[in-house]
């Protein structure tokens, strides 16, 4: 059995993609899932395409490598965090629409629990996390207020959980979370990695209906359908598999996940950091018999989606890959700057009141400024993270991994670098989310030994070091700044 499969369910599609031995991606599948948009600031997903998605580009995946499932010796799970999905136990249908991580509709029950004491911090001790309409209790809370379903998820009938969960239990019949992902939902202590009873109660959530939370990587079963038989091996929040993925086992290593959103981790090794400049503490990682190892996050909602609303919405650009052409047809961004908070300011600011700005315009900025400001915009949001980051941990970056579709962009890494005035590293093998979840699937059933061992197959392929002074620098960050106070109190 010389391949170990990643199920890699993100925000815009599901993927599967087949790794040998030696850490490379040898076929793929995948397959876009429907948005949904039901009201402003709504964000859904149909949990049931999820799960037939899923289906479909397994088959393909190893229809492509010329494999059958009997090949592999185990499966791994990466998936959009915080989304979040209920269903009948019995019958297993989804009972309503998965509620994505961008949706906003409960900004008003989040203002509500801030009210009553402690503001958007009130349970970060516990959790890590702030409250916000990002994180999946919530949601869940929403979810049986509004569909009526609190007696029924109380006496067991009706199970909640995020996309992790969901595929777990089509594939095991277990109704399982990992603690990555069980650290997104404001539900579980980071001391006990336990649902923590207060919490529940806060949120109105009965345990009954709440998963079992297993550690990252460990055997959780076998599979059954298209890959009958095969270890079930791993759970990872996709951008705790990242972390994973580029090898940083280690407290001071960090990396930055550029997709739909932005996600840079740092990793704290066993000790919990908490945040008090608007960042995220969450579980990095449990591997099997093992303590859990804890990451500080910067969360950042829009980045890559700001392109394809620069596509989709507006039709500046025909594809993504055209974006790095035009906007290194101009030097600058003829003084505009682009403030994506289409669902809020996640990291470091958590304002959900926020909307997305254009600012600095003249008759001089043309489409290709537009274009390149939406680029900086990206590297901008990584650079206020950065920050906030290195006064949490007292660790300023020395150097930042990166991976994610958008760094088929070598403009935007090269912006990336000149923003943060430190070294961007690439790695060769990019597929870094799936390969974590490979990987951590890989080690549980001994197909690769020893973390170590995973160490030494990371590599380079280009690195990007930065090109601009740093008064050039810091003036710029300045207006960048300044454009951020005009997104507040829109809502």
Known sequence: MPYVAAIDQGTTSSRCIIFDHDGRAVATGQKEITQHYPR??????DAAEIWDSV??????????AGITASDLAAVGITNQRETT????????????????????????????????????DRFRATCGLPLATYFSGPKMRWLLDHLGLRERAAAGEVLLGTIDTWLLWKLTGRHITDVTNASRTMLMSLASLDWDPALLEAFGVPRAALPEIVPSSEIYGKA?????????????GDQQAALFGQTCFYPGEAKNTYGTGSFLLLNTGTTAVHSWQGLLT????????????????????????????????????????????IAASVADTGGAYIVPAFSGLF????????????????????????????????????REVADAMAGDAGVALTELRVDGGMTANSLLLQLQADFLGVPVVKPA??????????YAAGLAVGFWPTLDDLRSRWRAAA??????????????????????TRTLDWV
């Open 429 to 438: 093998i990019t597929e870094t989310t799936a390969l974590g979840a490979a």
């Open 40 to 45: 402003p600031g709504w964000v859904e997903h």
């Open 55 to 64: 289906v479909e580009v397994v088959g393909v995946a190893l229809a492509k």
């Open 85 to 120: 999905v209920a269903w009948d136990a019995a019958t297993g249908e989804p009972l309503h629409h998965a509620i994505v991580w961008q949706d906003t509709r409960t900004a008003d029950l989040v203002a509500e629990l801030a009210a009553q004491g402690g503001g958007i």
């Open 282 to 325: 969450t579980v990095a990682c449990q591997l099997s018999g093992q303590p859990a190892t804890y990451a500080l996050e910067g969360s950042i909602a829009i980045t890559g989606a700001l392109i394809q609303w620069l596509r989709d919405n507006l039709g500046l650009i025909s594809s993504a890959d055209e974006a790095e052409e």
């Open 347 to 382: 990291a470091p600011h958590w304002r959900a009141d926020a909307r997305g700005v254009i600012v600095g315009l003249t008759r001089y900025v043309t489409k290709a400024h537009l274009v390149r400001a939406a680029l900086e915009s990206t590297a901008w949001q990584t």
């Open 224 to 236: 059954k359908g298209i890959l009958d038989g095969v270890p079930v091996a791993a759970a990872l």
């Open 463 to 484: 690195t990007w070091v930065p090109a601009i002074e740093p008064d050039d620098r810091e003036a710029r960050y300045a207006q960048w700044r300044k454009a951020v």
